[in-house]
């Protein structure tokens, strides 16, 4: 399983930005996808996850009412769009995915990794 993370740039506080992460894997559609952040100096921490088929979603505190985790099985692609974007949102981000389980918050429940997007909020 190969996952390229894209879309990261740099933006002005209140902002948006869509994150796309392209999954090289035979049935995608049965893979949960998480994404995680990891900020200068910080441990990687959870951001959002979604079930196989999207109908179950998770995400973090710092995150809920501003980012959307959504997923095109036909496309073999999770998105992660973020809105309202805060500079404590600067990090690198990452995909990540598994199909043992479910949607999880956890770097342990995830097998695979992309290479990571960075996410830049600064004015």
């Known amino acids: 399983v190969q996952l390229q993370a894209s879309g990261g740039g740099l933006v002005r506080p209140g902002e948006s930005l869509t994150l796309s992460c392209a999954a090289s894997?035979?049935?995608?559609?049965?893979?949960?996808m998480g994404w995680f952040r990891r900020a200068p100096g910080k441990e990687r921490e959870f951001v959002a996850a979604s079930s196989w088929s999207g109908g179950s979603t998770l995400y973090a505190d710092t995150v809920k009412g501003r980012f959307i985790i959504s997923r095109d099985n036909a496309k073999n692609t999770v998105y992660l769009q973020m809105d309202s974007l805060k500079p404590e949102d600067t990090a690198v981000y990452y995909c990540?995915?598994?199909?043992?389980?479910?949607?999880?918050?956890?770097?342990?429940?995830?097998?695979?990794w992309g290479q990571g997007t960075q996410v830049t909020v600064s004015s």
């Open positions: 894997v035979l049935a995608f559609s049965r893979y949960h």
């Open positions: 990540s995915a598994t199909w043992r389980g479910y949607a999880s918050s956890q770097v342990s429940s995830y097998d695979y």
